[in-house]
């Protein structure tokens, strides 16, 4: 497959995912808007690193992956690069718990995350896409 396709093809997933963060947003599923975050930044750095001909491994998090790559990307996604794993490390550990809260402790996903929670989670999945979307833009035109 060719890399381009794959790559637009994760950012527009990762479009969708967004679109639905912002929806839960609106309705106030805190938590929803936690998980479609994650997966909004996670397709999208997964597209940035197949844009650039990397592999990119099969987890949820690939900020380490990011990171050992810089020297791939151009200077202004270089810069953004430490924000971005951080984004995506900060929002993979959520993921599980936005789902299923914390069964051990008895907790909900609803008593895990508020407002602020989804409102961090939503600006990183936003600052994300933008990233990518520029990258693939650049690259592929």
């Known amino acids: 497959m060719r890399t381009d396709v794959m790559a637009r093809e994760f950012l ?4 969708s995912r967004l679109l639905a963060a912002e929806a839960a947003m609106e309705r106030g599923d805190h938590p929803d ?16 690193l197949r844009a650039v001909g990397i592999e990119y491994p099969k987890v949820h998090d690939v900020s380490d992956v990011l990171l050992a790559s810089e020297g ?5 996604m270089r810069s953004m690069l430490p924000r971005l ?3 995506s490390r900060d929002l ?3 993921r599980s718990p936005a789902m299923y809260g914390l069964e051990t402790l008895g907790r909900l ?3 895990l995350f508020d ?27």
């Open 85 to 87: 794993a951080e984004i």
């Open 109 to 111: 996903p609803s008593e």
């Open 92 to 94: 993979a550990a959520k």
């Open 33 to 48: 808007v936690v998980r479609f975050s994650q997966e909004c930044v996670e397709l999208s750095l997964k597209a940035c």
């Open 72 to 76: 791939k990307f151009p200077g202004w």
């Open 12 to 15: 527009e997933r990762a479009r």
């Open 115 to 141: 407002e602020g929670d989804a409102e961090e989670a939503l600006e990183g999945a936003r600052l994300s896409y933008e990233a990518s979307s520029r990258l693939i833009e650049e690259l592929f035109r």
